[in-house]
């Protein structure tokens, strides 16, 4: 099914005020304003799209003019799609002013096709939109039948029938081909369609000739969807809006429920769980959850939902109330049959990813972390923070750098960023400093041990040398400290950086 | 015996079955310390630690490490202490003896939202230790939320450290609660560097209180006493009459 909306930028602005003058959305293009779209009234007084500003000016002087703002139309479009989402899970955006919606198995949920499309299009122009609709078996014919015969149903393999007696303006060519086709004299698609396919493709390009046999219905170009179509659904639909937390919430187990019972059939369990809410007037409100592992349990799934809806910045608005809630799996995975296991520690490890998945629905996936080691001798960066949900990053092995017996090498804790020090009084070229100031204090050193020479990354060309030393301050707190770069390298003396505190 | 008495019986023996088993205390390894702690700390309880200078505060992690065993160990970290106390080292852990793998870090936004996550994470009996941070004295951390934080301890079996950094003691529901120091490394130890903490147990509701030297051991990863010869220096910022004697 493709919709298509003929006037969506006015639509966008006089939705929102009235205008007493015909509205004339303006557009610069090659340093002259011309029109973009207009109003229908401003289509009757014999304006049309693409004029010269100044000329529909002079026909019409009451105009209200406004700049076009295709931003803000794009933004519609999208708004428009997500509404749409509630009749297919895959809507295709077709800019500037078009939407594809694939019906394929859904067009019996809403009686006939003829039914739906009479649907779709009355709520979408009961909005206020100017929106025409036609259905056929590829994408392309339906948007030509949508524009220049709305209203028609196609079945599959009638397309070139009906796009036949369509003009050629239909098939979207640029300027250039459009000259060529009318020079040649071919004004409707059928009579393009007469000609043999490697004439056409010789004086138009194959990119034309392939338009025209999708058009045609000869060849099928697959839709792009706009976000990822999710394995399984589970909605519900009622026939007043909801507004209460407690039908929300009973609705959101009943879904959990009938989606896991498929789950469960199929052997699956669900990685990422979107929850989509549909008001009544039009929004559209999306909760995506990732879990640890494949989840298949409807009191959990209801559990980390119920959690991410109590964190949520602001508050679910029900508004006029939800007319559709949809669960979805957006990526379920094989679970392998598992047995419950007498075994305590597998028990154990499974509580613990649960308990990280539940965190991580409250705080974000990112601030529940783990740690991998990584190959890098930089301080900094020798171990790195993953999330904590996340199993693929494997991990090479963490390297002891003390020797057995020894001390600690490295602090247990880094600062974000080495913070400089002042007033350090070190003896040259590589002693270690007898006193400094950090964070307004003056620390007086009376061990130290260094210098441990760390030197950056030479490929990457950046970054001095470090000398790291470990001092004990008088008081007994133990610091990491370096010294940025060597006393001869360049002309001013060295900084000074701390950078972790031993324990 | 009438039905209601023999009811009443048959439920005190389930409850019986239902209890938590006894579980070991935890023992530090430092001699004195484990004898006025009654072995050890007491698992699934709230101990707080409050620590003067930057680096104390790693008495808590030791403490957290030692209780969590081979079990994870869940640190929670509001965003200003990783700013201000530095950010969690995994080598670090490391070289104190410690494993990296067994660690799941949760960076809360703020005090209220890390005491939230502690609630969260104690509720489960699996996890095997619990760091909590929290700075300052935040209007959120009262006595009602230290007692809420004891009793899920108690019910799990999570033990918890609370880790307070440039905080006063105030009520709360702690079974124990220590003010710990750096101390500076022994005059005749040339392998320095080893944490050492001048630890005061200043509160102890099941015991006895003390002041120990307390030198962790990263071999064995365990406490130790302080080899230090007969008489501790005096730290710089207290005069030299409270010297401890050990």
């Known amino acids: 099914m493709a919709l298509w909306f003929a006037r969506l930028p006015t639509d966008r ?159 979207d060519p640029d300027d250039k081909i459009l000259r060529a086709l009318r020079h040649a004299g071919l004004k409707t698609i059928g009579q393009a369609a007469e000609r043999l396919h490697s004439e056409l493709s010789e004086r138009l390009g194959k990119s034309f000739v392939a338009r025209l046999k999708v058009m045609l219905g000869a060849e099928e170009q697959p839709l792009q969807p706009r976000r990822p179509l999710p394995d399984l659904i589970s909605e519900q639909r009622f026939a007043e809006p909801v507004v209460t937390q407690e039908i929300i919430s009973a609705s959101l187990k009943t879904l959990a429920e009938s989606l896991c019972g498929i789950l469960e059939r199929q052997g699956q369990g669900v990685r990422i769980l979107q929850a989509a809410f549909f008001r009544a007037d039009g929004k559209l409100e999306r909760l995506a959850i990732k879990t640890g592992e494949p989840l298949r ?199 000074w950086y701390l950078q972790g505190l031993f324990s | 015996m009438n039905k209601t008495e023999q009811l009443a019986e048959l439920r005190h023996s389930l409850a019986r079955y239902a209890l938590p088993p006894e579980r070991a205390p935890i023992a530090t390894g430092h001699p004195q310390a484990d004898a006025v702690l009654g072995g050890g700390l007491r698992p699934g309880s709230l101990h707080e630690v409050f620590a003067t200078g930057w680096s104390a505060g790693s008495f808590a992690a030791l403490l957290a490490m030692l209780a969590a065993g081979k079990k994870t160990l869940f640190w929670v970290q509001p965003d200003y202490e990783a700013m201000e106390y530095g950010a969690f080292s995994p080598n670090g852990l490391l070289e104190l003896g410690g494993d990296p793998r067994g660690l799941i870090q949760v960076a809360a936004r703020n005090a209220t939202e890390a005491l939230s996550a502690a609630n969260d994470v104690l509720a489960c009996p699996h996890v095997g230790a619990l760091l909590l941070e929290i700075e300052g004295m935040p209007k959120c951390l009262d006595l009602v939320a230290s007692r809420r934080l004891s009793l899920t301890a108690g019910e799990s079996g999570v033990t918890v450290f609370l880790l307070r950094n440039g905080a006063q003691a105030q009520p709360s529901a702690a079974l124990t609660r220590w003010q710990v120091s750096s101390a500076p490394s022994p005059a005749h130890d040339d392998d320095w560097g080893n944490p050492l903490f001048d630890a005061h147990l200043i509160r102890h509701r099941a015991g006895g209180l003390g002041e120990f030297l307390m030198q962790w051991n990263p071999e064995h990863a365990c406490f130790k006493t302080a080899d230090i010869g007969a008489v501790v220096r005096a730290p710089a910022h207290r005069p030299a009459v409270t010297q401890i004697a050990i």
């Open chain 1, 297 to 495: 349990d409807p009191k959990v799934m209801v559990r980390l939902l119920n959690q991410k809806l109590d964190t949520l910045a602001d508050p679910l608005d029900p508004g006029f109330g939800f007319d559709l809630i949809r669960l979805e799996a957006v990526l379920a995975e094989e679970t392998k049959p598992a047995t419950i296991s007498f075994d305590s520690d597998e028990n154990a490890r499974r509580q613990i990813r649960f308990l990280v998945d539940r965190l991580s629905v409250r705080f974000g996936s990112s601030r529940v972390q783990r740690f991998v080691p990584q190959d890098s001798h930089i301080p900094e960066s020798a171990g790195v923070a993953v999330p904590a949900q996340e199993e693929d990053f494997a991990g090479g092995a963490w390297g002891l750098k003390r020797k057995p017996g020894d001390p600690p090498r490295r602090p247990l804790r880094l600062l974000e960023k080495p913070e400089e020090i002042s007033s350090v009084l070190a003896s040259v070229p590589d002693g270690p400093p007898s006193r400094f100031r950090w964070r307004q204090c003056l620390h007086e050193v009376t061990r130290a041990e260094g210098p441990e020479r760390i030197a950056m990354e030479w490929w990457k060309k950046q970054g001095l040398t470090r000398d790291y030393f470990r001092v004990e301050t008088r008081e007994g707190q133990r610091f990491w400290l370096y010294r940025d770069g060597l006393f001869e390298q360049n002309g001013s003396p060295p900084r």
């Open chain 1, 13 to 171: 602005l006089s939705r929102k005020s009235q205008f007493d003058a015909p509205l004339v959305i303006s557009h610069k293009a090659n340093n002259a304003l011309y029109v973009y779209a207009l109003e229908a009234r401003a289509q009757k007084l014999g304006l049309y799209k693409g004029q010269p500003l100044a000329n529909a000016r002079a026909m019409v002087q009451a105009l209200s003019i406004l700049p076009a703002d295709e931003r803000a139309d794009a933004r519609l479009l999208e708004t428009i799609a997500d509404w749409c989402d509630r009749f297919t899970p895959l809507v295709t955006l077709d800019s500037p002013d078009s939407l594809f919606l694939d019906i394929t198995g859904a067009a019996h949920l809403f009686g006939t096709e003829a039914a739906m499309l009479k649907m779709v299009t009355e709520k979408i122009g009961s909005c206020g939109f100017a929106v025409r609709g036609a259905i056929a078996g590829t994408s392309l014919a339906a948007k030509a039948l949508a524009r220049f015969a709305p209203g028609t149903i196609v079945v599959c393999g009638g397309e070139a029938e009906k796009i036949a007696p369509l003009p050629i303006t239909a098939l």
